[in-house]
C-alpha cells in the first residue's frame, strides 16, 4: 500500500476531533441533536482549515446508522463509505470543473430521486465560487426549496464571489485561521505517533509558516519527516529531528537572525547590520523573504508592546512573546510605530530591485537614523520635576530678578504721564508719596526704580524725580496711538496692519518706539516704508519722529545696552536650570531668543 500523507491519514473523523473550529463544531452538534439541520450550508474560511473535512463529518453525522448523532460511529457501513469516499447517497462535486448549467440542470433531475441506502442525499460543492453566474441562477430555485431529502453543503474561500441571492438561502458558517499555539501542539502529537521526537521550537517555526492552515503544517511536516534517514542506531525509541534540520529543510528564516538583525536596529549599530546581511546573504537565504519575515517580527514587537501578556493579540510562542516584551521594554511605541512604516513604505523597493542586497542594506541603514523617543508621559513628569526644582529655595534667588522684567516698559510709561502734573515740584515729591502711600513697600519700590533710571540718565536729582532733559508732549501718547494707526491707514493701511499688531513703548520728542515681534517679512516691509511712515508722524504730532522697532527681529534690542547680545546668550546657556534641562532630556541648544522687555 503507498504512504498515505499526514493531512489524510490523520483527518478528523467525529467534531470533537476539528483543532480551532469550536464555534462551528459545537453548532452544528447543538443543531443534529435539536433536529434544527437546515437544508443548505455554507462553510467559508481560508484554505486548510477543515471546510470539506466538517461537510464529510456531518455527511456522516446525518447518515449514521446510529443517528442522526453529533458523534457518528465510525463503523458502521454508512460511514464507512463517506469516509472512504465512495458513498453513493453523498456527492462530493468540485465547483471548478463542474460549474457549466448543463451540469446544475442535471444534479436539479437527480435530487427528486430518493435515496438508495441512505437517510438523506447530501451534495458537497467544494469552491462553489467557481459556479458560472447561468450555474447560480439554475440552482436558486431547487437550492430554496429542496425535498426533505436533500442536504446541501457548500464551501469556499471567496466568499465574496457568491451571489448574494444564494447567500440569502444558505446557513453560513465562518471558519477562522488556527492559532500558532494550536497547530504546534497538534504537530507534536502527530510526530509522536509517527515515531519522532520534534523540538517546541520546530513546531513553533512550523506552524509560522502554515500561516493558520492545518494542511500546510501537515505538508510541512511530512517533508520534514521524509527527509530524515532512519540509522541503525535508531531503531528503537523516537527519533530526534534537529532544529537545524527544520531549518535547512524548509528553507526557514532562523529566528535568532531576525532577533539579533531587530536588536542591532534598535541599538543603533550599523556595522552589524551589514555583518548580519552578508550572514544571511552567504547561507544562501532568500533576502526579499528574510525582509519579509523582518515586517512581521517588527509588527509583533509593535503588537506585543501593545497588549503586553495578552496572547490573543499577537500569534507567537510564549517564549518569543517573553523575549518580545523584554526588547521593547525601553522603547516608544510611536519608535516601532515608525520603524514599522519606514519598512512597509520600501517594500516595494526591495521586491522590484536589481540589487536586492544593496536595497535591503540602505533600507536597514535608515532604520538607524530613527531615535527612540521619550513619552509624553514621561517628559511630563520630568517638566514637573523641573518645575518643582523651580520653586525650590536653591532657585529663588535665580528666579525673583526676573520676575518684574515682564512689566518693565509699563513703568517707565507713567512718567511721561505724571511729568506735566508736577514738572517742577520735584524734591517735595517724595515726602508726599510717602505721607499718602497706603501702600509703603510697594511705593518704595517704585521711586528706587525711578531713581535708578534717574541715574542712568545723567540727573543728579534723587528720588522719583524726572530727567530734566527731555520734555514729553503735552497729551497722553498712548492715548493718540490708534487714531494715528488710524490716520496711517489712509495711506498707509498693510502699515497700518503691521504696527496694530505691535505695541508702543515710548514716544519722546525724537522717537517713536514700538515692539514688534512679527515675522521677517513684516520687518521689511516697513522698513522699506519708513520715510513715508515718519512723515506721517511728523504731520500727525506736529514734529519730526524717527520710528525705532524692538523686537525678537530687532537688530539691535531696546533697553538692554549695558549688555551685548552675546554676553546675554552665554549668560542663559549658563544658567543652572538650562543646563539641568539639557542633562534631563540629553538635548542640545539650537537657538537663543532674547526678549527685549527682559533684563538678566
Given at each position: 500500500?503507498?504512504?498515505?500523507?499526514?493531512?489524510?491519514?490523520?483527518?478528523?473523523q467525529?467534531?470533537?476531533?476539528?483543532?480551532?473550529?469550536?464555534h462551528?463544531?459545537?453548532t452544528?452538534?447543538?443543531?443534529?441533536?435539536?433536529?434544527?439541520?437546515?437544508?443548505?450550508?455554507?462553510l467559508?474560511?481560508?484554505?486548510?482549515?477543515?471546510?470539506?473535512?466538517?461537510?464529510?463529518?456531518?455527511?456522516?453525522?446525518?447518515?449514521?446508522?446510529?443517528?442522526?448523532?453529533?458523534v457518528?460511529?465510525?463503523?458502521?457501513?454508512?460511514?464507512?463509505?463517506?469516509?472512504?469516499?465512495?458513498?453513493?447517497?453523498?456527492?462530493?462535486?468540485?465547483?471548478?470543473?463542474?460549474?457549466?448549467?448543463?451540469?446544475?440542470?442535471?444534479?436539479?433531475?437527480?435530487?427528486?430521486?430518493?435515496?438508495?441506502?441512505?437517510?438523506?442525499?447530501?451534495?458537497i460543492?467544494?469552491?462553489?465560487?467557481?459556479?458560472?453566474?447561468?450555474?447560480?441562477?439554475?440552482?436558486?430555485?431547487?437550492?430554496?426549496?429542496?425535498?426533505?431529502?436533500?442536504?446541501?453543503?457548500?464551501?469556499?474561500?471567496?466568499?465574496?464571489?457568491?451571489?448574494v441571492?444564494?447567500?440569502?438561502?444558505?446557513q453560513?458558517?465562518?471558519?477562522?485561521?488556527?492559532?500558532?499555539?494550536?497547530?504546534?501542539?497538534?504537530?507534536?502529537?502527530?510526530?509522536?505517533?509517527?515515531?519522532?521526537?520534534?523540538?517546541?521550537?520546530?513546531?513553533?517555526?512550523?506552524?509560522?509558516?502554515?500561516?493558520?492552515?492545518?494542511?500546510?503544517?501537515?505538508?510541512?511536516?511530512?517533508?520534514?519527516?521524509?527527509?530524515?534517514?532512519?540509522?541503525?542506531?535508531?531503531?528503537?525509541?523516537?527519533?530526534?529531528?534537529?532544529?537545524?534540520?527544520?531549518?535547512?529543510?524548509?528553507?526557514?528564516?532562523?529566528?535568532?537572525?531576525?532577533?539579533?538583525?531587530?536588536?542591532?536596529?534598535?541599538?543603533?549599530?550599523?556595522?552589524?547590520?551589514?555583518?548580519l546581511v552578508?550572514?544571511?546573504?552567504?547561507?544562501?537565504?532568500?533576502?526579499?523573504?528574510?525582509?519579509?519575515s523582518?515586517?512581521?517580527?517588527?509588527?509583533?514587537?509593535?503588537?506585543?508592546?501593545?497588549?503586553?501578556?495578552?496572547?490573543?493579540?499577537?500569534?507567537?510562542?510564549?517564549?518569543?512573546?517573553?523575549?518580545?516584551?523584554?526588547?521593547?521594554?525601553?522603547?516608544?511605541?510611536?519608535?516601532?510605530?515608525?520603524?514599522?512604516?519606514?519598512?512597509?513604505?520600501?517594500?516595494?523597493?526591495?521586491k522590484?530591485?536589481?540589487?536586492?542586497?544593496?536595497?535591503?542594506?540602505?533600507?536597514?541603514?535608515?532604520?538607524?537614523?530613527?531615535?527612540?523617543?521619550?513619552?509624553?508621559?514621561e517628559?511630563?513628569?520630568?517638566?514637573?520635576?523641573?518645575?518643582?526644582?523651580?520653586?525650590s529655595?536653591?532657585?529663588?534667588?535665580?528666579?525673583q530678578?526676573?520676575?518684574?522684567?515682564?512689566?518693565?516698559?509699563?513703568?517707565?510709561?507713567?512718567?511721561?504721564?505724571?511729568?506735566?502734573?508736577?514738572?517742577?515740584?520735584?524734591?517735595?515729591?517724595?515726602?508726599?508719596?510717602?505721607?499718602?502711600?497706603?501702600?509703603?513697600?510697594a511705593?518704595?519700590?517704585?521711586?528706587?526704580?525711578?531713581?535708578?533710571?534717574?541715574?542712568?540718565?545723567?540727573?543728579?536729582?534723587?528720588?522719583?524725580?524726572?530727567?530734566?532733559?527731555?520734555?514729553?508732549?503735552?497729551?497722553?501718547?498712548?492715548?493718540?496711538?490708534?487714531?494715528?494707526?488710524?490716520a496711517?491707514?489712509?495711506?498707509?493701511?498693510?502699515?497700518?496692519?503691521?504696527?496694530?499688531?505691535?505695541?508702543?513703548?515710548?514716544?519722546?520728542?525724537?522717537?517713536?518706539?514700538?515692539?514688534?515681534?512679527?515675522?521677517?517679512?513684516?520687518?521689511?516691509?516697513?522698513?522699506?516704508?519708513?520715510?513715508?511712515?515718519?512723515?506721517?508722524?511728523?504731520?500727525?504730532?506736529?514734529?519730526?519722529?524717527?520710528?525705532?522697532?524692538?523686537?525678537?527681529?530687532?537688530?539691535?534690542?531696546?533697553?538692554?545696552?549695558?549688555?551685548?547680545?552675546?554676553?546675554?546668550?552665554?549668560?542663559?546657556?549658563?544658567?543652572?536650570?538650562?543646563?539641568?534641562?539639557?542633562?534631563?532630556?540629553?538635548?542640545?541648544?539650537?537657538?537663543?531668543?532674547?526678549?527685549?522687555?527682559?533684563?538678566?
Amino acid at each position: 500500500m503507498s504512504y498515505r500523507v499526514l493531512a489524510l491519514k490523520y483527518r478528523p473523523q467525529t467534531f470533537d476531533e476539528v483543532v480551532g473550529q469550536p464555534h462551528v463544531t459545537t453548532t452544528l452538534k447543538n443543531a443534529i441533536l435539536s433536529g434544527r439541520v437546515p437544508h443548505a450550508m455554507l462553510l467559508t474560511g481560508p484554505r486548510g482549515t477543515g471546510k470539506t473535512t466538517i461537510a464529510r463529518i456531518l455527511a456522516k453525522a446525518m447518515n449514521c446508522e446510529t443517528g442522526p448523532t453529533p458523534v457518528p460511529c465510525n463503523t458502521c457501513k454508512s460511514c464507512t463509505a463517506i469516509t472512504a469516499g465512495s458513498a453513493v447517497d453523498v456527492f462530493e462535486i468540485d465547483g471548478a470543473s463542474n460549474n457549466s448549467v448543463d451540469q446544475v440542470r442535471e444534479l436539479r433531475e437527480n435530487v427528486a430521486y430518493m435515496p438508495s441506502s441512505s437517510k438523506f442525499k447530501i451534495y458537497i460543492i467544494d469552491e462553489v465560487h467557481m459556479l458560472s453566474m447561468a450555474a447560480f441562477n439554475a440552482l436558486l430555485k431547487t437550492l430554496e426549496e429542496p425535498p426533505d431529502h436533500v442536504i446541501f453543503i457548500f464551501a469556499t474561500t471567496e466568499v465574496h464571489k457568491i451571489p448574494v441571492t444564494i447567500l440569502s438561502r444558505c446557513q453560513r458558517h465562518d471558519l477562522g485561521r488556527i492559532t500558532l499555539s494550536q497547530i504546534s501542539a497538534h504537530l507534536m502529537t502527530l510526530a509522536a505517533n509517527e515515531g519522532f521526537a520534534v523540538s517546541q521550537a520546530s513546531c513553533d517555526l512550523i506552524a509560522g509558516e502554515a500561516d493558520g492552515s492545518m494542511r500546510d503544517s501537515l505538508s510541512l511536516l511530512d517533508r520534514i519527516l521524509g527527509s530524515q534517514a532512519q540509522t541503525s542506531e535508531q531503531t528503537s525509541g523516537p527519533r530526534a529531528i534537529d532544529d537545524a534540520k527544520v531549518l535547512g529543510t524548509l528553507g526557514i528564516i532562523d529566528k535568532t537572525l531576525v532577533f539579533d538583525l531587530a536588536d542591532a536596529i534598535i541599538q543603533n549599530r550599523a556595522a552589524d547590520i551589514l555583518d548580519l546581511v552578508d550572514q544571511i546573504h552567504t547561507l544562501g537565504l532568500d533576502l526579499k523573504r528574510f525582509y519579509a519575515s523582518l515586517i512581521r517580527h517588527f509588527r509583533n514587537l509593535a503588537v506585543v508592546k501593545i497588549s503586553g501578556n495578552d496572547k490573543n493579540t499577537s500569534d507567537v510562542s510564549d517564549h518569543d512573546r517573553q523575549r518580545m516584551a523584554a526588547l521593547t521594554a525601553p522603547l516608544s511605541q510611536s519608535f516601532l510605530n515608525q520603524t514599522l512604516n519606514t519598512l512597509l513604505v520600501d517594500e516595494s523597493l526591495v521586491k522590484l530591485s536589481t540589487h536586492t542586497r544593496t536595497a535591503v542594506e540602505m533600507v536597514l541603514l535608515k532604520l538607524v537614523q530613527i531615535r527612540p523617543g521619550i513619552e509624553i508621559d514621561e517628559m511630563i513628569q520630568r517638566m514637573d520635576d523641573l518645575a518643582r526644582r523651580f520653586d525650590s529655595p536653591d532657585y529663588q534667588v535665580q528666579v525673583q530678578p526676573e520676575r518684574p522684567a515682564q512689566p518693565r516698559h509699563e513703568q517707565q510709561d507713567p512718567p511721561p504721564q505724571e511729568q506735566p502734573a508736577q514738572p517742577q515740584q520735584k524734591p517735595p515729591a517724595s515726602p508726599r508719596h510717602e505721607d499718602h502711600d497706603p501702600h509703603p513697600p510697594a511705593q518704595q519700590r517704585m521711586p528706587a526704580a525711578m531713581a535708578a533710571h534717574q541715574v542712568s540718565d545723567g540727573s543728579q536729582m534723587p528720588g522719583p524725580a524726572h530727567p530734566s532733559q527731555t520734555t514729553p508732549p503735552p497729551e497722553d501718547p498712548a492715548g493718540r496711538w490708534d487714531p494715528f494707526l488710524n490716520a496711517l491707514a489712509d495711506s498707509l493701511p498693510f502699515a497700518s496692519a503691521i504696527l496694530s499688531k505691535g505695541r508702543l513703548q515710548k514716544i519722546s520728542d525724537s522717537d517713536i518706539v514700538v515692539e514688534l515681534n512679527g515675522t521677517a517679512f513684516d520687518r521689511g516691509r516697513i522698513e522699506s516704508k519708513r520715510m513715508e511712515i515718519e512723515s506721517v508722524c511728523q504731520d500727525f504730532f506736529g514734529k519730526p519722529l524717527h520710528l525705532t522697532l524692538i523686537g525678537d527681529c530687532a537688530p539691535k534690542e531696546y533697553g538692554n545696552d549695558e549688555k551685548s547680545p552675546a554676553r546675554l546668550r552665554q549668560e542663559i546657556l549658563n544658567h543652572p536650570l538650562v543646563a539641568d534641562a539639557i542633562k534631563r532630556f540629553n538635548g542640545t541648544v539650537v537657538d537663543v531668543k532674547l526678549n527685549p522687555r527682559s533684563n538678566p
